[in-house]
């Protein structure tokens, strides 16, 4: 039974850390004008114990950056209000276990935004490879403020040529199907079994394609913090998510949208790993409070855009969503979906991941694989899982699922 406690251990400390620490107030660290901008160990691990976004807009929790030795990054910070521009920043790749000895990062630029500041940073190149919270430290003369974005930085000593990424979706936070079957286990249990097994594997990152909230707005309060805090603190991987219709819903002054903003991320946005480049779609931007997916014509006419850019690049494409918009069962996607397609079948996207249905699905076109992936966790015992998928070169070498079982080296 070492996997089960394992499981229950990792579920059920951390979902009271929350619960604990949800009464602490601010969600950024001021200091007073005397006292130099530096960072601090105890102002860090107290800020990263709150999941909710602060100033820092990118990198984050959901949308982060894999950085190699010597690679540059923009960090995208937000200004508080009352405060002037800097006079000084500092910039560190952060973790609890080591919040003492933070790796520094060499600030090499920093240019005034609409809404704060651009700050480039560089890896250096003898960085300790993980997964790291970015922190930033900035004084303006009168003030100083010490920001915390949570699993925002991998840093790895090379992309390689072949890696594998796990696509974990329909997490539904809290589902009472969630224990696996045994209504001894808590809820979340197999949550809890699958960042065991995403912690042990060789993969570069995860996708996580959304309805990672189990029902509506009314736990929204309690779905997106304990969830953030839970896979934030939880999982050693990067890990990059887009909305589910379960994730979005707007009643009233409870706005899914906005809860994403918070505790996620971007809800549409691209990266490179290699020479492939990943679009992360939101696939809920229209009509809210429906199951079925659709985009607006501005984030349509940003995906044309950037799969142009990749295309010139001569990058592999993968595009990811919670919703397919193309299944050869069912419809999941409103009209917007023909003119997505389209785009996708010009740029001659290879990959197109999905979640939504509940079950594996595969569906072809001329140019593109759309692979739908069963849920995390609401389902049946036999009918759970992730999805594991191996690149190589310019090709997609393996795609399979696997169960939340035992990690490596755990017994049941």
Same mark, same amino acid.
């Given at each position: 039974?070492?996997?089960?406690n394992?499981?229950?251990?990792?579920?059920?400390?951390?979902?009271?850390?929350?619960?604990?620490?949800?009464?602490?107030?601010?969600?950024?660290?001021?200091?007073?004008?005397?006292?130099?901008?530096?960072?601090d160990?105890?102002q860090?691990?107290?800020?990263?114990?709150?999941?909710?976004?602060?100033?820092?807009?990118?990198?984050?929790?959901?949308?982060?950056?894999?950085q190699?030795?010597?690679?540059?990054?923009?960090v995208?910070?937000?200004?508080?209000?009352?405060?002037?521009?800097?006079?000084?920043?500092?910039?560190?790749?952060?973790?609890?276990?080591?919040?003492?000895?933070?790796?520094?990062?060499?600030?090499?630029?920093?240019?005034?935004?609409?809404?704060? !500041?651009?700050i480039? $940073?560089?890896? #250096?190149?003898?960085?300790?490879? =993980?997964l790291? @919270?970015?922190v &930033? +430290?900035a004084?303006?003369?009168?003030?100083?403020?010490?920001?915390?974005?949570n699993s925002?930085?991998?840093?790895v000593?090379?992309?390689?040529?072949?890696?594998?990424?796990?696509?974990?979706?329909?997490?539904?936070?809290?589902?009472?199907?969630s224990?696996?079957?045994d209504?001894?286990n808590?809820?979340?249990?197999?949550?809890?079994?699958?960042?065991?097994?995403?912690?042990?594997?060789?993969?570069?990152?995860?996708?996580?394609?959304?309805?990672?909230?189990?029902?509506?707005?009314?736990?929204?309060d309690v779905?997106?913090?304990?969830?953030?805090?839970? !896979?934030?603190?939880? $999982?050693?991987? #990067?890990?990059?998510?887009?909305? =589910?219709?379960? @994730?979005?819903? &707007? +009643?009233?002054?409870?706005?899914?949208?906005?809860?994403f903003?918070?505790?996620?991320?971007?809800?549409?946005?691209?990266?490179?790993?290699?020479?492939?480049?990943?679009?992360?779609?939101?696939?809920?931007?229209?009509?809210?409070?429906?199951v079925?997916?659709?985009?607006?014509?501005?984030?349509?006419a940003?995906?044309d855009?950037?799969?142009?850019?990749?295309r010139?690049?001569?990058?592999?494409?993968?595009?990811?969503?919670?919703?397919?918009?193309?299944?050869?069962?069912?419809?999941?996607?409103?009209?917007?979906?023909?003119?997505?397609?389209?785009v996708?079948?010009?740029?001659? $996207?290879?990959?197109?991941?999905?979640?939504?249905?509940?079950?594996?699905?595969?569906?072809e076109?001329?140019t593109?694989k759309?692979?739908?992936?069963?849920?995390a966790?609401?389902?049946?015992?036999?009918?759970?899982?992730?999805?594991?998928?191996?690149?190589a070169?310019?090709?997609?070498?393996?795609?399979?699922?696997?169960?939340?079982k035992?990690?490596?080296?755990?017994?049941?």
């Amino acid at each position: 039974m070492k996997n089960k406690n394992a499981a229950m251990g990792i579920v059920a400390v951390l979902c009271a850390t929350v619960l604990a620490l949800s009464a602490v107030a601010g969600a950024t660290a001021f200091f007073g004008r005397n006292r130099k901008p530096a960072y601090d160990a105890q102002q860090y691990l107290a800020l990263r114990a709150l999941p909710e976004n602060r100033n820092i807009t990118y990198p984050r929790f959901a949308t982060p950056s894999i950085q190699p030795y010597g690679g540059e990054l923009a960090v995208l910070m937000n200004a508080p209000a009352g405060m002037a521009a800097p006079e000084e920043f500092e910039v560190y790749a952060a973790s609890p276990k080591a919040a003492e000895a933070p790796v520094a990062l060499e600030v090499t630029g920093v240019t005034p935004v609409e809404t704060g !500041w651009r700050i480039l $940073v560089k890896i #250096p190149q003898d960085s300790p490879e =993980g997964l790291y @919270d970015l922190v &930033v +430290v900035a004084k303006d003369g009168k003030k100083g403020l010490l920001d915390v974005s949570n699993s925002a930085l991998s840093i790895v000593s090379r992309i390689p040529e072949e890696f594998s990424v796990l696509q974990v979706t329909d997490i539904h936070y809290n589902t009472k199907n969630s224990n696996g079957g045994d209504k001894q286990n808590p809820s979340n249990y197999l949550l809890g079994k699958i960042m065991e097994q995403v912690n042990a594997a060789d993969a570069a990152f995860v996708l996580n394609t959304g309805d990672f909230c189990q029902s509506s707005v009314n736990t929204y309060d309690v779905d997106y913090p304990e969830f953030a805090s839970l !896979w934030s603190q939880t $999982v050693n991987k #990067p890990t990059y998510a887009v909305m =589910g219709n379960h @994730d979005g819903f &707007v +009643v009233g002054s409870r706005n899914g949208y906005e809860y994403f903003n918070q505790y996620m991320g971007q809800q549409y946005y691209s990266f490179d790993y290699g020479n492939w480049h990943f679009v992360g779609v939101n696939s809920y931007e229209q009509p809210p409070n429906d199951v079925d997916g659709g985009i607006s014509k501005e984030q349509l006419a940003w995906i044309d855009s950037d799969l142009a850019n990749a295309r010139a690049a001569d990058k592999n494409i993968v595009m990811f969503s919670h919703h397919t918009p193309f299944d050869s069962d069912f419809v999941f996607w409103d009209d917007s979906r023909f003119a997505l397609l389209e785009v996708i079948d010009r740029y001659g $996207v290879k990959l197109y991941l999905s979640g939504h249905r509940h079950t594996d699905q595969l569906d072809e076109s001329a140019t593109t694989k759309f692979i739908s992936t069963r849920t995390a966790q609401n389902a049946e015992p036999d009918g759970v899982g992730y999805r594991v998928l191996r690149f190589a070169g310019n090709s997609v070498e393996s795609i399979g699922t696997a169960e939340p079982k035992a990690a490596s080296g755990l017994t049941n």
